[in-house]
């Protein structure tokens, strides 16, 4: 299981799930893929889940996989200044091979949510969750004391703390792609 990708929909309760799969083994692999949502750092707090038939050519395959999980709790922002709840969830992904030699997983943080741009008029607004959300961000220039490249996690958590308290509720990151550490 070499990448899970979870794509949102317009409808915030369901999410597609991309699996890329990838076979070094030189023969085609047949099994089953057990697809599960559960909470963030809590594997036993399963939302969903399915398993389906898999195979997997000589090199590799992308196996797509709707989920509705209506009790999900969305990502929400309540005012311009204040982040309600991220409600991060997991999405854990396992492959099995019909003789069960070949077993390998993965997992991927994400959360419900749906952001689009509608418009009022001739008035273009952002929306969150179908609610209308206001964007302030600063600028981030990526740049930590203690070797420059990369926050530790207490730095990661300051910056975001100052941001938050500051009436930010979005982080614009200059130069590069975010080291993980921002987004945990």
């Known amino acids: 299981v070499s990448d899970i990708y979870v794509q949102n929909q317009p409808d915030p309760k369901k999410v597609k799930i991309i699996t890329t799969l990838e076979n070094y083994t030189g023969t085609n692999q047949n099994g089953e893929l057990t697809v599960s949502i ?28 709707d989920a509705h999980v209506p009790q999900a709790n969305l990502w929400e922002i309540t005012t311009h200044k204040e982040i309600k709840s991220t409600n991060l969830y997991e999405v854990t992904v396992q492959f099995s091979s019909d003789n069960k030699r070949i077993v390998d997983n993965n997992t991927q943080r994400f959360g419900f949510r749906w952001f689009d741009v509608g418009e009022k ?3 273009k607004r952002f929306y969150l969750n179908g609610k209308r959300v206001f964007i302030t961000a600063a600028m981030t220039r990526g740049f930590w004391p203690t070797n420059g490249m990369f926050p530790t996690p207490d730095m990661a958590k300051r910056e975001m703390n100052i941001l938050f308290e500051m009436g930010f509720n979005l982080m614009n990151l200059h130069r590069a792609i975010g080291p993980p550490r921002e987004f945990n």
């Open 121 to 123: 008029g001739k008035d």
């Open 38 to 65: 559960h909470e963030r750092s809590n594997p036993k707090a399963v939302l969903w889940n399915k398993t389906i038939p898999a195979s997997v050519s000589n090199s590799s395959e992308i196996i797509t996989v």
